[in-house]
């Protein structure tokens, strides 16, 4: 198991993609449901987030970030 630094660490860039995804959505003026709202700042998965991310700076809709 990591230790714990380690694990918080990931915790708070995970916790920050997820705060730069919120961001993009609300200054694009894109808004998102209170479910997808929840489901993004709970994730922390970096390399998910940071997909999403790309996604959020081109989509039209939220919707279409989400498309796996």
Known sequence: ELPYIIRYNRARYAEG???????IFDARGI????????????NR???K?????????????????FIE
């Not at 993609?17 to 961001?23: G, K, S, W």
């Not at 808004?31 to 709970?42: D, E, F, G, Q, T």
């Open 45 to 47: 998965e970096p390399e």
């Open 17 to 23: 993609l997820a705060e730069e995804l919120l961001h």
């Open 31 to 42: 808004a998102l449901s209170p479910a997808v709202r929840s489901v993004i700042a709970r």
């Open 49 to 65: 987030l940071k997909r999403w991310i790309r996604g959020a700076r081109i989509a039209a809709s939220g919707d279409e970030v």
